[in-house]
């Protein structure tokens, strides 16, 4: 399975995701702030980077792009994990580096589907 990083600073948010993964047999790595997840992504190359948009201080766009201008980071894919839902959220998020969107509120019955299919095409890339 894979290791994965949700990027995330609410706690509860970031039980239920690590639930839901573990349950599908992913590593679940966690970080609630842009530091900590530059520490992890460091640290561990996760396979897959789930990121949430709107977080104090650095937000997910910026840290998108921080990831994606490092070379060697730049082939992790970045899910954006977003209560941005309005007309153009998507677009933004995909203008910023990201290479798929999810929209919260989480629906626990997707999620691994959707994770199943971003790691596919990170496989076959």
């Given at each position: 399975?894979?290791?994965?990083?949700?990027?995330?600073?609410?706690?509860?948010?970031?039980?239920?995701?690590?639930?839901?993964?573990?349950?599908?047999?992913?590593?679940?790595?966690?970080?609630?702030?842009?530091?900590?997840?530059?520490?992890?992504?460091?640290?561990?190359?996760?396979?897959?980077?789930?990121?949430?948009?709107?977080?104090?201080?650095?937000?997910?766009?910026?840290?998108?792009?921080?990831?994606?201008?490092?070379?060697?980071?730049?082939?992790?894919?970045?899910?954006?994990?977003?209560?941005?839902?309005?007309?153009?959220?998507?677009?933004?998020?995909?203008?910023?580096g990201c290479?798929?969107?999810?929209?919260?509120?989480?629906?626990?019955?997707?999620?691994?589907?959707?994770?199943?299919?971003?790691?596919?095409?990170?496989?076959?890339?």
């Open positions: 399975m894979a290791t994965i990083l949700y990027v995330e600073d609410d706690h509860l948010n970031r039980r239920l995701v690590q639930r839901i993964l573990l349950a599908e047999g992913h590593e679940v790595l966690e970080a609630s702030n842009a530091p900590e997840a530059l520490d992890v992504i460091r640290a561990q190359q996760p396979d897959l980077i789930l990121m949430d948009i709107n977080m104090p201080e650095v937000d997910g766009f910026t840290l998108t792009r921080q990831i994606k201008n490092n070379p060697a980071w730049k082939h992790i894919p970045v899910i954006a994990l977003t209560a941005n839902v309005m007309k153009g959220d998507r677009e933004r998020v995909l203008q910023a290479d798929g969107y999810i929209q919260k509120p989480i629906d626990v019955d997707a999620l691994p589907r959707q994770i199943a299919t971003f790691l596919h095409h990170k496989a076959t890339r």
